[in-house]
């Protein structure tokens, strides 16, 4: 069995920041990739960002710049720094990852989500 904990959603002012946290637990033997998506009302779940086990990171074209996402692989926890949050990233974050189980299956999972409100 395994779990995605996500912290760190809320309501923040324009402009400002957010840091988004996801840790993994259970029958892990490896993660290979974690990451953050998000799910617009009506819409398909988007990448946000990724990020592969040796520090690789990917971004989606609308939050270069403003967002970066890090990873400790010693606590199976990823992060994503938000800054220059804008109205329309308001949404549902969910967090991602692809991991090797304990019993060798290469699975991926989703935590529960975790809200992300921006005030313009």
């Known amino acids: 069995q395994v779990q995605l904990v996500e912290s760190g959603g809320g309501l923040v002012q324009a402009g400002g920041s957010l840091r988004l946290s996801c840790s993994a637990s259970g029958s892990i033997l490896s993660i290979n990739v974690m990451g953050w998506y998000r799910q617009p009302p009506g819409k398909q779940r988007e990448l946000v960002a990724t990020?592969?086990?040796?520090?690789?990171?990917n971004y989606a074209d609308s939050v270069k710049g403003r967002f970066t996402i890090s990873r400790d692989n010693a606590k199976n926890t990823v992060y994503l720094q938000m800054n220059s949050l804008k109205p329309e990233d308001t949404v549902v974050y969910y967090c991602?990852?692809?991991?090797?189980?304990?019993?060798?299956?290469?699975?991926?999972?989703w935590g529960q989500g975790t809200q992300v409100t921006v005030s313009s």
């Open positions: 991602y990852a692809r991991l090797v189980t304990s019993y060798g299956g290469v699975l991926s999972y």
């Open positions: 990020i592969t086990r040796d520090g690789s990171p």
